[in-house]
């Protein structure tokens, strides 16, 4: 994990850097535009006119201190930053695979078990649906419908209230679930498709075991095996979702800061909202792999 | 009394109220209460030094007292209740109302420990921006800066080395100066503008990064607010801000409205359109000092061989405002019949310029060489909306007379280092209104100064109309200084564009269209009108 976050570290420092522009320039731009001089003496007191490597070296001894450094855009320590935002990126995130899960499992499993029925025709056309959509847009309908229209839900922002939070909630994760939707209902089938045609499963039949005992008891837990390996696996990709729901909706996540900061050149915002989602990915990883031996406890054994 | 008399009485007393409703500002609110929800793009933490973003700056104004606001172009009174100014416009002294508090019920002054906003305090802010040489005050300001003095608790002296004619302008004057007190700044540190403290109309009550920044009403100001909250909602995706603004979630749009949306709203008699009075030029530079820009005729026929007004009305649609020059009708230095005079459409002109240069089709392949090689010119722009339409206008224009232009859309960060480092090629650029803004393009170590803009004629008017306190004569320099930079530049320019911010109707007595947002003062109290809501 250690040469991980150092690869990662490294890396995002390096190309942030790489990027033209000047985080001060930038910063300054929309309040009134500076001399070469001013710029140069702001520079200096952020640190910035310093070599690289040593602002590099000097980025990493703070993160061993717990110090992730100063933000250049708003001035406030990038940890606080974070942290300020983080939760909501998890809530997002976490309702919205809740939603996939809740969503996509039944509609694949119930069209694998309907193969070639209306059933099964309208779920995969339901899932291409959700592959093809582009979730930004599929975000503005629901806004436009169901917050505009019907005034049923609001359209941005973050309740204060638990009621008022759930409410805000369900627009921007419904939109953020819609990225798996597709893909977890087609694998969800697919998988299903495949075990149910295994030997065992046949011969759970032939010793006469009702279809809903074989089908849920003995075929769906090898079933899951590939959907948790595909959902762990689009978690990134559910981050990097999250980054334009969370714009669009006006959802205070490190998506959206870590955007932000590259448009900025803010370049230790950038770098350590890099290293939380490499973080997260593999902590998900890690917990993907534990669920495994819940699933099938043979996996424990190998 | 009979019945008919007392129903007489009582009609009269109705009447008679009803037309003496008072404004707002007079202190008595049609209706008290309610929470102006803001939608902004983007928000920074609320420290004036280093909040170099105008939509916290409209927070900023509110929580803060500032020595005065701009209304109608001209400035009224804050915390300076009224202010004097020498002959010589170098010392400027401003009287301090009494009896203005910072805010209590905080870790630096608990409820009913407050104490009174004094000169002290003044000075002790103008000095915090002026000590620390990255805050934001302004460089025409720091630059003629010589002292500031209390020279009593409610009287302060400014003492600048020349006179400022535009000591209110946003850019250059003292409109980013918010008082601030000493107790929170030592307190807080660098902390201090995410628990801003202030003495103005509405204080701060908690900020969320990237969601909202809530304030309620200061009931110790001296006008009472008819608001109970404030609330500035961060919406960086303007489609979804349109519909939520629509939808009511949001009040007031406070950021710059697109044209598309304008045209909408104007249509909608739910919605007043607010035109901030101060239009922005959208036009070419170029490296200047680099063949083949450094010749005038070269920069002519580029000008002429697009027809600006009409791409800046497409693009821009009802916020289209034909002229060109660095100021734009309304503002200080405006010249009318520039457009007509420097950049009207004319490609067979702009064809005989190129051929007088030698810049010729000599090949026959459509496209002219230069020095025997195909000219083809890099067009830098930034990556948002509209500013690669109006560079795949210029291609287009550019292919209607044989000129090869090649897009280069970047972000906004590499756009501007690539103006920087002074690269060859044409630049789409947008003004800045105001006088400021005329001089931060314009001026010594302008904007686009790396580009070769570079006139001392040009610097030396811009300079001593800054200083000039006569109205008409700066007016004079200041469209001397236009002409010139139109006639030795030849700027190809596309046109003005108004900012437009929306507001929904059931927002009463809204004052919006300058940069500090005047949410209460003596002539303006805003106040939600709940029952149309």
């Known amino acids: 994990m250690i040469p991980l976050v150092f690869g990662v570290t490294t890396a995002t420092f390096a190309l942030i850097h790489l990027i033209p522009g000047d985080p001060v320039e930038l910063m300054m731009s929309n309040a009134r535009q500076l001399t070469q001089e001013e710029i140069h003496r702001i520079r200096d007191k952020l640190g910035l006119n310093d070599p690289l490597p040593v602002q590099y070296v000097r980025y990493l001894t703070n993160l061993l201190k717990g110090d992730m450094g100063i933000s250049v855009r708003s001035r406030s320590d990038v940890s606080y930053e974070i942290m300020q935002r983080l939760p909501d990126t998890i809530i997002l995130t976490v309702t919205s695979i809740c939603l996939v899960l809740v969503l996509a499992l039944p509609i694949g499993i119930v069209s694998a078990l309907k193969r070639g029925t209306w059933i099964d025709t309208a779920a995969m056309t339901f899932a291409l649906f959700g592959v093809s959509i582009p979730a930004f847009w599929f975000g503005i309908m629901l806004m436009l419908i169901f917050g505009l229209y019907l005034d049923w839900l609001p359209t941005v922002g973050q309740g204060k209230t638990p009621i008022e939070f759930a409410r805000s909630l369900i627009l921007p994760s419904v939109t ?34 009702g279809a809903k005992w074989v089908n849920f008891r003995h075929a769906l837990p090898n079933a899951l095996i590939p959907i948790l390996t595909i959902v762990s696996g689009q978690f990134a990709a559910l981050l990097g979702g999250a980054v334009v729901i969370e714009k669009v909706f006006g959802w205070p996540g490190i998506g959206r800061l870590a955007v932000d900061a590259i448009f900025a050149r803010d370049y230790l915002v950038v770098t350590n909202t890099v290293l939380v989602f490499a973080l997260m990915v593999i902590v998900v990883n890690l917990a993907t792999d534990i669920l495994y031996t819940y699933i099938d406890p043979r996996i424990r054994f190998q | 009394m009979n019945l008919k008399t007392v129903l007489i009485y009582a009609a009269l007393v109705v009447v008679l109220s009803l037309s003496l409703a008072p404004a707002a500002a007079d202190g008595h609110c049609p209706q008290e209460g309610g929470t102006f929800t803001i939608g902004v793009d983007t928000f920074l933490p609320m420290d004036p030094n280093t909040a170099a973003h105008d939509w916290t700056f409209y927070a900023i104004t509110n929580i803060n007292s500032m020595l005065f606001r701009i209304e109608s172009g001209q400035p009224v009174g804050d915390l300076a209740e009224s202010w004097d100014i020498s002959e010589d416009g170098t010392v400027y002294t401003w009287h301090i109302r009494p009896g203005m508090m910072w805010h209590d019920g905080n870790e630096i002054f608990p409820e009913g420990e407050s104490r009174e906003v004094t000169a002290h305090d003044v000075v002790y802010s103008i000095y915090r921006q002026y000590d620390d040489e990255s805050s934001i005050m302004a460089a025409d300001l720091r630059n003629l800066f010589v002292s500031a003095e209390a020279t009593d608790d409610h009287t302060v002296v400014l003492t600048l080395s020349g006179p400022d004619a535009i000591i209110y302008d946003k850019a250059r004057g003292l409109t980013f100066t918010a008082i601030v007190a000493q107790e929170a700044i030592e307190h807080y540190g660098d902390d201090y503008g995410l628990n801003p403290l202030g003495s103005g109309p509405f204080e701060f009550v908690s900020y969320s990064p990237d969601e909202e920044v809530v304030l309620r009403a200061n009931e110790d100001y001296y006008i009472d607010p008819c608001l109970d909250e404030v609330i500035f909602r961060v919406m ?49 530079y170029m490296s200047v000092d680099k063949p083949p820009f450094d010749d005038v005729r070269f920069r002519k026929a580029l000008s002429h061989m697009k027809d600006g007004n009409a791409i800046n009305a497409a693009l821009r649609g009802p916020t289209h405002v034909k002229g060109a020059g660095t100021a734009g009708p309304g503002v200080a230095g405006y ?127 811009l300079d001593q109309s800054a200083q000039n306190l006569d109205e008409e004569s700066r007016e004079a320099q200041l469209q001397a200084a236009t002409t010139r930079i139109a006639a030795i530049y030849f700027e190809p320019a596309f046109g003005f564009f108004n900012i437009f911010t929306v507001k929904n109707n059931y927002v009463k007595d809204f004052f919006g269209g300058e940069w500090t947002l005047n949410l209460v003062t003596d002539d303006h109290n805003v106040w939600i009108n709940e029952d149309e809501r």
């Not at chain 2, 979630?249 to 009075?277: C, H, K, Q, S, Y």
Request: some cysteine; aromatic content about 10%.
């Open chain 1, 176 to 209: 953020l679930s819609l990225i798996l939707l597709g893909l977890v209902t087609r694998v969800a089938r697919s998988s299903m498709l495949e075990v149910l045609s295994l030997d065992y499963v046949r011969t759970a039949r032939a010793k006469g075991l």
């Open chain 2, 236 to 284: 960086p995706d303007v489609p979804a801000a349109m519909i939520a603004l629509e939808a009511g979630d949001i009040d007031w749009w406070g950021a710059v409205t697109p044209g598309d949306d304008v045209g909408r709203f104007l249509d909608n008699e739910d919605m007043t359109v607010i035109n901030f009075g101060c239009p922005v030029a959208t036009r070419l």
């Open chain 2, 335 to 461: 010249v009318e019949g520039l457009y007509d005079e420097y950049h009207s459409y004319d490609p067979e002109l702009a064809m005989s310029l190129l051929d007088e240069l030698g810049i010729v089709d000599s090949d026959g392949d459509g496209w002219r060489e230069m020095d025997g090689e195909l000219l083809e010119i890099p067009m830098f722009a930034w990556n948002s909306d509209p500013a690669p339409d109006y560079v795949a206008a210029t291609v287009d224009a550019g292919a209607q007379v044989g000129l090869k232009i090649r897009p280069e859309i970047a972000d906004p960060g590499t756009n501007n280092a690539r103006r920087n480092d002074g690269e060859w090629g044409i630049y789409l650029g947008q003004g800045w209104c105001g006088e400021g803004g005329t001089n931060a393009l314009w001026g010594r170590n302008g904007w686009i100064s790396t580009l070769g803009y570079v006139d001392e004629e040009i610097f030396t008017l």
